[in-house]
């Protein structure tokens, strides 16, 4: 290449898949990339397959499943591992492409930041938006969909709580799911919940095919209240789509010192043990108790495959391969490539055969008993956007006055974690100085969000259309 070149490095419209035929990993879906000679760039984010396959893309020994790419004479690359701030760059070099594994400072001198999100090549870090303006942003989205207000508040308010506490899985990658199943139909935008009082303490939600989350948080605060008064309450929702994160419905139950038990069904994700095809939902169950010392309640909230199926979509909006153990493709053998889920893959269940007691928990008491619709008939949101789910939830409240001991305040939960921590602590000295429990990374992750707002991915953004504040 002349060194008149007006560009060192230059890709165009490039795929690049790497492994052997029938388990490809697509790295690069159709990326441009333009590096003035002279100019450095610091490509962070990749794993280690993916910093082999670029660095031989990028000298010339692999050649690009499709598309062009152009690499001038005096442009050198740079494999650094996740130590980018450590490599050293010959000072004869045009230009410097340094590929890294995670996000950070490059190497002395300046460098153009850029990440591999949704197999593009975008700036880096993220933006990053804050809660306020994210929950803003997306309940304008919806409210222009025809949804009514309070449901879009509902819906915002969950996606957005998702974001806050590191689920990203389960907040706002949603939203252009949701618009596209509320533009072909699968979700009623003008459609309100209806609660119907079977029981003081009982009580069925008709969904009416509309958001999840208004009947969902109807739900919620019925079966609060009601427990709080009587000591037990329960409440069965159905006929309902997508309700995003369990744990997002919290609140009525640390309100009124109750203690929550929330299930739900989805959609056939999930491989039992054996099977090659999916049959079961990614079903989730979540455990709510009231916290007498603060704020935010204790939780558990867990979904019934070895991960939640958001989790494995979130890798694919972010072009990034999923863990060894998480997917299985369509044949049922394992996968990494997260495409693999949309296209007839499963979740593997998570335990094996008490994993299955599990999911079998939620199949019947939230799709049999509440919704009388069990995982193989509820709609997949994604492969089915003209159809209602159809998917269901069940709240049981039980109230921590009516079941506590006497004189004694409260369940004692506090105290039992403090007891946990502390014997991790004392048995194993040279440990972080905090042990995780259920609940300690979403805190962490909720004070840096409140803090400094959450990253959006790239993909995500170009979908809805949503340019950085």
Same mark, same amino acid.
């Given at each position: ?8 490095? %230059? ?37 280690? %397959? ?14 690009? *499943? ?18 980018? +701030? ?44 804050? /809660? ?9 989205? /919806? ?9 879009? %508040? ?44 079977? *029981? ?78 999916? *049959?079961? +939902? ?19 909230? /867990? ?37 693999? /889920?949309?296209?007839? +893959? ?12 599990? *999911? ?82 979403? %805190? ?26």
């Amino acid at each position: 290449m002349s060194s008149r070149r007006p560009f060192a490095l %230059e890709l165009r419209d490039v795929v690049l898949s790497l492994g052997p035929p029938g388990g490809e990993r697509v790295l690069l879906r159709g990326a441009d990339l333009q590096v003035r000679e002279g100019e450095s760039v610091l490509l962070s984010g990749l794993d280690g %397959e993916a910093r082999r396959g670029l660095t031989a893309l990028l000298e010339g020994r692999m050649p690009p *499943t499709y598309g062009t790419v152009s690499v001038g004479r005096g442009t050198t690359v740079l494999d650094a591992g996740d130590r980018p +701030g450590s490599v050293t760059v010959a000072g004869e070099a045009s230009s410097v492409i340094v590929l890294a594994g995670q996000d950070g400072e490059g190497p002395p001198g300046r460098f153009r930041s850029l990440r591999l999100d949704g197999g593009q090549f975008v700036e880096s870090p993220a933006g990053r938006v804050p /809660l306020a303006e994210l929950h803003r942003r997306t309940v304008a989205a /919806l409210l222009a969909a025809g949804v009514g207000e309070e449901a879009a %508040e509902a819906a915002g308010g969950v996606l957005v709580d998702a974001e806050r506490r590191g689920h990203r899985s389960h907040g706002v990658a949603l939203l252009p799911t949701y618009l596209r199943r509320i533009r072909d139909g699968g979700i009623r935008a003008g459609s309100l919940p209806r609660l119907t009082e079977i *029981t003081p303490a009982l009580a069925s939600v008709d969904a009416g095919g509309g958001l999840g989350q208004p009947a969902a948080r109807l739900a919620a605060d019925w079966c609060a209240a009601r427990a709080a008064e009587h000591g037990l309450a329960a409440v069965a929702v159905h006929d309902n789509n997508h309700v995003g994160m369990l744990a997002a419905y919290r609140h009525a139950f640390q309100r009124h010192q109750v203690v929550g038990f929330l299930l739900n069904t989805s959609g056939p994700s999930i491989a039992a043990p054996g099977a090659a095809v999916p *049959t079961l +939902g990614s079903n989730a169950i979540c455990l709510v108790t009231p916290s007498a010392a603060g704020a935010e309640p204790f939780c558990v909230d /867990l979904a019934t495959g070895v991960v939640a199926a958001g989790k494995i979509r979130d890798a694919a909006n972010r072009g990034v391969p999923v863990p060894p153990g998480w997917l299985q493709d369509a044949s049922g053998a394992p996968s990494t490539d997260p495409g693999d /889920l949309d296209r007839d +893959g499963a979740i593997p269940l998570f335990g094996g055969y008490k994993g299955l007691c599990v *999911t079998l928990l939620a199949e019947i008491l939230a799709g049999a008993l509440a919704g009388h619709r069990v995982s193989p008939d509820v709609g997949k949101q994604r492969k089915q956007p003209e159809r209602v789910m159809g998917c269901s939830q069940l709240f049981v409240g039980f109230s921590t006055g009516h079941f506590a001991a006497p004189g004694s305040g409260g369940l004692g939960l506090d105290g039992f974690v403090d007891r946990l921590r502390g014997a991790v602590l004392d048995g194993h000295p040279g440990v972080p100085a905090r042990p995780w429990f259920p609940d300690q990374p979403e %805190e962490d992750h909720a004070a840096d969000a409140d803090a400094r707002g959450v990253e959006v991915p790239a993909s995500v953004l170009a979908e809805l259309g949503w340019a950085l504040p």
